[in-house]
Each structure stands twice: as C-alpha cells, then as structure tokens.
C-alpha cells in the first residue's frame, strides 16, 4: 500500500513537472536593485520577440522557444547561481547582461561548452575568436566606441581635431576604464588633448567632476556611465550649460532612463548605439498586436521602443537567427548548445533578412567568422529629443579605426591566452 | 587673483553646498540614534521610499499595480489624476507617519532592552525589507521628481563673481534652496527638542528611557514621534537628492555619504551633523581639487571615511557628540 502511494506521488510529481522545451534560453535578467530602470526595458524586449517567435510561427523550425527568466539583480554571484542553476536545462546561450558576470562565465562556460555572448561589453578582446572558441561580443565594442565617437567629433569639426580638447567622464571601474587605453592612442594619432575624469561608484555627487569640466572646457565630452551615473551627469552638465550636442554617451549612457530624469536640460544629449530607435519597424509593430495587445507581454507594456526594448529585440532576433542557422546546418530542430557555438562562429545575417524579419534597416548586417567573433563593429549617433521624448538616429553606421584597435585586441587577446594557458587555434 | 585661488574658492563655495545635502541625510540617523540609542542602518532607503511615495502619488499612480495586475488579470497603473507637490508632501507625510508606527508597533517595541548590536540588526533587515516593498509598491522604474526647486547655474552669483574676479563662480540653485531648507529644519529640530514638551520627553527617553518611563512617558508614543521626526527629515532629503538625479534605487546609497559625517560630528548632535556635513564637504571637494589629478581622481568617497577616522582617532564621540563614560 505504501509503495503504491509512493510510486502515486511520484507519478503526480513528474507529471507535475514541466517538460522543459527543446530550444532553452536562459535569460539572467535584472528588473529589481538599483540598476532595475535599464534591466526591464531589455528583458521585457528579448521576451516579447521571442513570445511573438512562438504565437506566430510556433518557435524557431517547429520547436518552441523556452526563456528561462532568472534574476540577478545586477549582481556577479547572482549571476553566477543563475549560471549555475540553469546551464543543466538544455541552455543553448548565456547573455550575461553584465561585464562581471561575463567575466566570471568565460572560464565556466567555455570549460562547460555553452557559448556566451556578451552584447556590446564585456572583454573587448574576446573577439579574437582564435582565443576565445566559446565567447562572442557582437555586434560592437567599447574600443569600437571610443574610436567612433572621435571619428564623429572630428566630422564635426571639419576634419580635424588637432589642438582639441576631449574629456571622458567614466565610472570608475574596468567597464568605465575600457575606452581610456584607445582614446590615448587616438589622443596622440590625431593630436588632441585627451582629459579622463573617474567617477566613483553610484555616482550620486559629480560636482567636483563638472567644476573640472566647466575649468577645463574640453570641446567634447564623452561619457562611459552607468545607472544613476548617467543622469546626475547629464543633469550636472545642464547646470553648467554644457552644450548637450557635445556630450557623447556610449550605448550604456543613452537610454530614456539616463535622459529623462534631466527634463529639459537634456534635449540634444548625444549617445552612441549599435541598433535603431523608436517603433517604425514591422516586427516592432507585430510585437505590439501579437504580443502587448494580447497581454502576452512579459512586463507592463510601457517599454515598448525604448532604446532598451529596441536592444532586447535585437538580442532576441540575433540568437533566433544563430538557432534557425544551426538548425539548417545541423538538419536537427533541436539543436545542442555546441551547434549553437558554431552558428554564432558563422552568424551572417545580411540587409535583405534584416528585412525579411520585419527588421529593415534596424542594425548593419552581421557577418562572424571563426576569428572575428564580434561583426560588423560599426555604432552610429542618436540625440534625445525632450520634448517629443525620442530618440533620433543622426548618423549611418561609422566605422571605427580598426588600424589603431585590431592591434590593441591582438595584444590583449594574446596576453589572456597566456595568462590562461591557451593555445590559439586555427582559423582558416 | 590668481587663477588657482579663485577656482579653489569655487570648490569650497561648492563643497559647503554639497556638505549640507550630505548633512540632510545625516540628520535623520542622529534623531533616532540620539532618542532610542539605534543607529538606524534603513535611513537611507526611508529616504528613497519617501521619494517613491511622493512621486507617485503627485502622479496618481496606482500603488502594488503589478501585484493587482498579475494577480486579477488587470491594468491599472494610474487612477488618471495629479496631485499638486504640496498636497502630496502632506501625503507622504501621512505616508512616512503610518510607517513610523507600523516600525515601532510590529519591530521595534519588541526589542526594548536589547543589545544595541540586534536593534541595528533589525533596522538592517527592515532596510531590505523596505527596498523591496517600494519596488513592489511603486515599481523599479527611474521618476523624474520635480515639485517646483529651480535647478541649474545662479545668474546673480555668476555675474556678481564675474564682475568682481573676472570668473564666474557656479553655484547649483538647488544647492542653495537645501541649504536654507537645512538651516531651517536644523532651528525647527532644535527648537522642537530644547523647548517642547514632547521633545523634552524624547531627550529624557534618551537619557534614560526607564527613568523616562518611570515619571509616565510614553516610550511607544516617543519612539513613534522619533520615527516620524526621521522619516520627514528622509522625505526632504528625498526631494533633494531625487530632484538632482531622479528618483530610483540608488538614492537609498546617499547613506553611505552620511556616515562619514556620522563619524565627524557625533551620533548624537544635530549641530554636528550640519558641522560634520559641512567638513566633509569641503575638504573632499578641495582634496579632489588639489590632490585627485595627481592620483587618477575619484577620491571623494574614501576621502571622506579617512577624514573621519582620523578624527575617530582623536575623538572617538566625534566633533560634537557625547562622551561616552562608563563607570566600573
């Protein structure tokens, strides 16, 4: 008797249990803790495409997408535990969401044999997909992004930057110290002078560091910020009347979280991006009919075109592309987390499937190779406007100085792979 | 005068306005350290939930809306009306005071007599507690807090300085809108504790609350005072530190500038708060003047704790607090 109500439960139990789906993505989300205002946009975007991947075509090849939402909170250990407490479900990918938890992943994950794509942060150097087999930073790096914002403030001023003076008000950190290394040897190509202002962790109290500023007078300011970092900061140069349309954010510094706290002072604030902005896009649009209006969001439905939203759909859409990629190579619908490493080594997504996937013109096509393992490294600038509260692309995509970087991700690269006892491979 | 001297004025004028922000948040812990001998660790976040509250009832939104939501399948987020910045403080007020009460009733009238080292524990677990009750109350999203403070650069002091020296001092308007708020909440607290009957008896529950008990004062009604007392002096530092920066889960961090001057002034004298705020203030923004482009700036925030550890070791009540003498 007692046998068979044990083998009752445990029959309840499994039945119980979800079977999980063939295609799992966990998502190490953060919509709680103070970094929460730039966590939900991009969770709530990766979420909604791929709910509208499943509601429309039922999935990616016949199988359905399973996101495993785990929270993080912004935080390495979490991170971690999520890490830890999901890469045993079928995990095809991690998006880690955060310098401190990619860094902590590439060991584990590359051991473990699960890609990681850090998107646009992270070690820069991992594009060296020669050292780096399991980790991928498309579409865009922080040395990308200094040098492209240079590029951009030498349009502006006709062609040359000699005798100029550019600051860089970074977080005090390894993500905030990234572009500094690039920005001197750009400083010295191009002979302006380069002037780095920390900013130590929240960055609640910057008016020691907009006092130096309003001394110093630099022609531009650019700005490697997070969180509450950012809008003090552009709160702080409004109070100084620093001319907006020279303060240029990276993508990290240029969401409506960052902009909007400022009010007016604000308008004309200038950030990079590596995606485009607002909701003319069809795909944007069936999101809204498919998935927001038929309440199958995963938030509220208010961050729709956000620049956040807009960067969880592009997430979302590139690792749908690298699954249907790998599916077609493999000739499986369910493909292993290997595949899936290999599809993201070989990623091409061109204009004309930008288009075919309600995405037109919404990022520079994507194009991997065994030894690039971040494409097409092009950023382009978008300026807030405060009083319609949107963002506007100004420019095309801007190569950066690949003469002045390759050279910097090749030493770097290779000192990693020393440091960790890698031996480069191959790339034909 | 020379460029340097003048441009170090500035930072002092600035360091001085910064102090007093500092100083803000400081107070609050002084007020229930001084009345309950609890160093209140949640101070911070009171200050972020009173901000969160204030904002959004200025802009009617729905409180738990997500928990309504999820649970009853549906949408609300606003009741579709705005509260003027006035009424809404009075509000919140009602807000902070209902808290105060809620702490005292279910946390802290429990752990009468205990050692100081669980009361602390307890204000840890509420801090928590309290982060993610706002987050539940009023979601995680970054508001923009404006109830009517000018911001920005002061035309009178820039063009006065530009006359006199030929270079424009900066002063930030809202920096001084919370130096006169702070000056006249410093006259009001120490008007309320010297010369009212209430606060006469929160002095004598701090002294000595069983001797204060003994002679029929109420030890719940002044603990509840004290809170609220805290939880206003939260909402104002709220208002000011979320005007400069939005109202998100960050501001809850600004206790970290507090404690410094904790450790500067005293735990236990509102006065030594302003002081201590005051010097800290000035000397990180002059430290970073003078010595943050030689070491790679960013100094202000270990600057500060070395300031007051050294006065920690001179003076370990601090500038202005009570000696502490026990006897064997």
């Known amino acids: 008797m007692k046998l068979k109500m044990i083998a009752a439960a445990a029959a309840a139990l499994m ?58 909170g912004y935080n390495t250990e979490k991170g971690v535990e999520c890490y830890e407490q999901t890469k045993g479900q079928g995990s095809l990918l991690y998006i880690p969401q955060s310098t401190g938890i990619t860094y902590q992943l590439i060991p584990k994950a590359s051991a473990d044999g699960i890609p990681v794509w850090s998107m646009a942060y992270g070690r820069t150097s991992a594009v060296n997909g020669k050292v780096f087999e399991w980790i991928f930073n498309l579409p865009v790096t922080y040395w990308d992004g200094a040098s492209v914002a240079v590029k951009y403030a030498m349009e502006q001023e006709g062609g040359s930057l000699e005798g100029k003076k550019i600051a860089l008000v970074y977080h005090n950190s390894a993500y905030g110290k990234e572009p500094i290394r690039t920005l001197e040897a750009l400083a010295a190509k191009h002979g302006f002078e380069f002037v780095p202002i920390a900013v130590d962790h929240p960055g609640q109290e910057q008016k020691s560091q907009w006092l130096q500023i309003r001394r110093e007078r630099p022609d531009y300011v650019f700005m490697w910020g997070w969180g509450v970092m950012n809008s003090v900061a552009i709160q702080e140069a409004a109070n100084i009347r620093y001319p907006m349309d020279k303060f240029i954010g990276v993508w990290w510094s240029g969401s409506e979280a960052d902009v909007v706290p400022a009010g007016e002072g604000a308008n004309g604030y200038k950030s990079l991006t590596f995606h485009g902005a607002g909701t003319d896009f069809p795909a944007l649009q069936e999101i809204k009919t498919t998935v927001i209006d038929a309440g199958k969001n995963a938030g509220d439905g208010s961050k729709w075109g956000e620049v956040g939203y807009n960067r969880g759909v592009y997430a979302a859409a590139m690792t749908a592309e690298a699954i249907r990629q790998a599916q077609e190579k493999t000739g499986n619908a369910a493909i292993t987390a290997a595949d899936m490493r290999d599809a993201l080594e070989n990623l091409t997504v061109s204009d004309a499937r930008f288009e075919e996937i309600g995405l037109g013109g919404f990022a520079p096509a994507v194009s991997q190779t065994c030894g690039a393992h971040s494409t097409p490294r092009l950023a382009a600038v978008q300026q807030w406007n405060a009083a319609d509260k949107t963002w506007t692309v100004l420019t095309d995509y801007i190569e950066p100085d690949f003469e002045i970087i390759d050279p910097l991700i090749q030493e770097d690269s290779m000192a990693y792979a020393t440091e960790a006892g890698i031996t480069p491979r191959e790339c034909n | 005068m020379p460029e340097q001297l003048l441009f170090a004025m500035e930072v002092i004028l600035n360091g001085l306005m910064a102090g007093v922000l500092y100083a803000l948040v400081a107070l609050g812990f002084v007020l229930i350290f001084k009345a309950s001998g609890v160093f209140n660790y949640a101070q911070g976040v009171l200050a972020l939930f009173a901000a969160l509250t204030l904002v959004g009832i200025m802009e009617g939104q729905v409180p738990f809306s997500h928990l309504i939501n999820a649970i009853f399948g549906t949408d609300l987020h606003h009741f579709g009306w705005e509260i003027p910045a006035i009424a809404a403080i009075l509000l919140t007020m009602v807000v902070m005071v209902a808290l105060a009460y809620l702490v005292n009733h279910y946390i802290m009238r429990h752990l009468v007599n205990q050692d100081p080292i669980i009361l602390f524990m307890a204000t840890i677990g509420l801090a928590y507690f309290l982060e993610g009750f706002g987050d539940l109350m009023w979601g995680s999203d970054i508001k923009n807090l404006d109830v009517g403070l000018p911001q920005g650069l002061n035309g009178f002091i820039d063009e006065t300085t530009f006359n006199a020296f030929g270079y424009g001092f900066f002063i930030d308007n809202l920096d001084i809108v919370a130096s006169v708020v702070a000056a006249l909440l410093v006259v009001a607290l120490v008007i309320f504790a010297q010369y009212t009957k209430q606060g006469r008896a929160m002095r004598a529950v701090a002294d000595d609350h069983q001797a204060a008990l003994s002679v029929g004062i109420s030890l719940n009604f002044i603990w509840v005072m004290v809170w609220s007392v805290a939880g206003f002096v939260a909402l104002v530092a709220g208002i000011m530190w979320g005007s400069k920066s939005g109202v998100q889960f960050s501001l809850s961090l600004i206790a970290l500038k507090a404690l410094p001057v904790l450790m500067l002034g005293g735990f236990t004298s509102i006065p030594g708060a302003i002081v201590g705020g005051l010097i800290v203030g000035v000397g990180e923004k002059l430290f970073e003047f003078a010595i943050g482009p030689m070491v790679g700036g960013a100094t202000e925030n270990w600057f500060a704790y070395v300031l007051a550890l050294v006065v920690l070791v001179f003076r370990p009540q601090g500038l202005f607090g009570d000696k502490i003498i026990e006897r064997v």
């Open chain 1, 15 to 72: 039945t119980a249990v979800p079977a999980y789906a063939d295609l799992t993505i966990p998502a190490l989300n953060y919509r709680t803790g103070p970094y929460a205002p730039s966590g939900i946009p991009y969770a709530d975007g990766y979420s909604d495409y791929m709910t509208l991947l499943n509601e429309r075509d039922g999935g990616i090849g016949g199988e359905r997408i399973n996101v495993l939402e785990c929270e993080t």
